[in-house]
């Protein structure tokens, strides 16, 4: 499996804050603690664009939550853009047009692509309402294929479908996590989640952490625990 030098670079600290100045002063915080931010769809329409940029430009990895889901023409030229920025991960939505697109339009570029599968505030009864005739589980397994057949970088799917889809893909493909809650933390609107740890045992490379460390009280002693959780799961 590919992995990251450090178990820190495992962890992508999501900065779903308001505006620049929180997600200026989160950063501030968590200092050397964190080496790898999501930026996504709250922060971006308050500036969270050039943010990101200066995140870049002081050594930190990004990932750019941007979920695109359209047209092909649109998502190849959108995906075009942001293969510009320097950004290391961008996710789109797991349907072939819009991997395939974006695939073509990022070939070269160090931008990897994440495709989302099935979001982790949904259960199989969610995906019944949404229209889908298929279990969170079997979709997920659809998606991921499709996505390998794209040839996308890298998946986006909830802690239970880690190890079923490690197996399905093997270890080529970045198998990256939200739904990650520590212990005794609250799930809010998470339905799939696992803890750091479990996460970690179950394959995946790497894991998005949003509330339990931007709204905990001592958000860098959070990031630390969850850090030495993650070591401790590949020692
Ligand atoms: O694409 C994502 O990052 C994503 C996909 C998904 O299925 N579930 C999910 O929670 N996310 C993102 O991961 C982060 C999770 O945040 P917390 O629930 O606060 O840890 C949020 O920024 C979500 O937008």
Redesign the pocket.
């Known amino acids: 499996m590919t992995g990251a030098a450090h178990p820190r670079d495992r962890m992508i600290v ?1 900065l ?1 804050l308001p505006g620049v100045a929180e997600a200026q002063a989160m950063t501030e915080r968590l200092g050397d603690t964190v080496s790898f931010y ?1 930026v ?3 922060l971006i329409y308050a500036g969270g664009l050039d943010f990101a940029k200066r995140l870049i430009g002081d050594g930190k990895k990004v ?1 750019l ?1 941007l ?1 695109f889901h359209d047209i092909p023409n649109t998502v190849s030229r959108a995906a075009e853009q942001v293969a510009r920025l320097g950004a290391t991960y961008l ?1 789109v939505h797991a349907y072939p047009q819009t991997m395939k697109a974006a695939v073509a339009a990022t070939q070269g570029s160090g931008l990897t692509l ?1 495709a ?7 259960d199989d009864a969610d995906l019944q309402a949404a229209g889908y005739g298929m279990t969170v589980k079997d979709l997920v397994a659809r998606r991921a294929r499709q996505a390998q057949e794209a040839g996308v970088g890298g998946l ?3 802690p239970e479908e880690l190890a079923a889809t490690r197996a399905l893909l093997g270890p080529g493909m970045r198998l ?1 996590t ?4 520590p212990a005794g933390a609250s799930l ?3 339905k ?2 696992a803890t750091p740890g479990s996460a970690i045992a179950a394959g995946a490379n790497a894991l ?8 905990a009280q001592d958000p860098r002693a959070s990031a630390q625990a969850i850090t030495a959780e993650i070591a401790a799961a590949l020692a």
Request: without cysteine; positive net charge; glycine residues 10%.
């Open positions: 999501a779903d999501k996504g769809l709250e990932f939550d979920k996710t994440l989302v599968t099935v979001m982790t505030s949904y986006i799917l909830s990256v939200p739904g990650i809650r809010g609107d998470q799939r989640a998005v952490v949003g509330r339990p460390i931007t709204q």
